[in-house]
Every structure is written in structure tokens, then in C-alpha cells.
């Protein structure tokens, strides 16, 4: 057997071998060498979704102070370290979307999001506020549970007292 006719039936021996491992691997599939690339990323067997995120503060049913400075309105969570939006929703349809990036370190990732903004709320957007946090990870997306929050009025003052 020279060179050539050598690699051909190596060739030929290295393509039913893919033949044969795309048919235990996923019979319905096996007319091609990449169909073992097919199942995995179509969210085979092998396919794990990331933990779906925490909320970590403000607490559910907080009191939120006015976010002018210097006070600000500061959001904790963990989660997957892929793309991912935090919404704020209160009275009045106020509805806010903030982008976030990947995080850093293994996942689990910490994350944070202040907000703030040069004047106060209006008394018709004190009640009720909500908030959560949602991920896309490319294949995998998912959604945090939703937490309440309420915002102090404008002219609030906190005043320590002592029972003598």
C-alpha cells in the first residue's frame, strides 16, 4: 500500500468510527461527524442550567430612604455570571430596566446596583415598589423571586428616642 492509498482508508476507518459514536450518542441524528456537537448544544443530556439568582437586600416589605444624595437605593444579589437586567417598578407606572454585565469570580457571582437621583420621589410614588432580577445566559434564561419596597416621604425625619 503506498501513502495515499494508507491515509485514505484511515480516512475512511476515522469517519465510521464518528459514524458509529454519532449513532450511541443520538441515534435519530446520525448523518454527520457533528451531530454529537448538535446535542450538546442544543441543551442535551449534557446541558446544565445556572442557579437561578438570589436576592440579598433591600429586604422584602423594606423602607427604602429618598434616593437623593446622599442617599441612594442600593440592590444585592447573586447569580449566574452571564448577562442580566435588574427592573424596578412602582406607582404611577414607573418602570426602570438597568443592563448589567457578566460577573467576576466563580459562580455564583455578588452583585450590586445603586441608583440614585437629584430630586425627591412625589408622594404619589411612595407606596408599593417591587424588583427582581433577570438572566440570560445564552441558552439558559430565568428570573429571581420579586421583593416589595416602600420609599420614606420627601420630608422625613428620623428622630432616635428613649423611653425614660
Not at 434616593?67 to 437605593?73: L, Q
Not at 440614585?116 to 410614588?125: K, M, R
Request: charged content about 10%; overall charge neutral.
Amino acid at each position: 500500500m503506498n501513502l495515499l492509498e494508507r491515509s485514505g482508508a484511515i480516512l475512511l476507518i476515522g469517519l465510521i468510527g464518528l459514524f458509529a459514536v454519532a449513532m450511541l450518542v443520538d441515534p435519530g441524528n446520525a448523518n454527520s461527524a457533528t451531530s454529537t456537537t448538535l446535542v450538546q448544544a442544543s441543551g442535551g443530556p449534557t446541558a446544565t442550567p445556572p442557579p437561578e439568582p438570589v436576592l440579598q437586600s433591600p429586604a422584602d416589605s423594606a423602607i427604602l430612604a429618598q434616593p437623593i444624595a446622599p442617599n441612594k437605593w442600593t440592590f444585592n444579589w447573586q447569580g449566574p455570571r452571564c448577562g442580566h437586567k435588574i427592573y424596578l417598578n412602582g406607582p404611577g407606572d414607573r418602570a426602570y430596566i438597568f443592563n448589567g454585565s457578566m460577573g467576576s469570580g466563580p459562580p455564583p457571582s455578588s452583585f450590586t446596583y445603586s441608583y440614585a437621583q437629584t430630586q425627591a420621589l412625589p408622594a404619589t410614588a411612595l407606596d408599593e415598589w417591587n424588583w427582581h432580577v433577570e438572566y440570560d445566559c445564552g441558552s439558559y434564561q430565568g428570573q429571581s423571586a420579586t421583593r416589595r419596597f416602600s420609599v420614606t416621604p420627601a420630608n422625613f425625619i428620623y428622630l432616635p428616642f428613649t423611653i425614660r
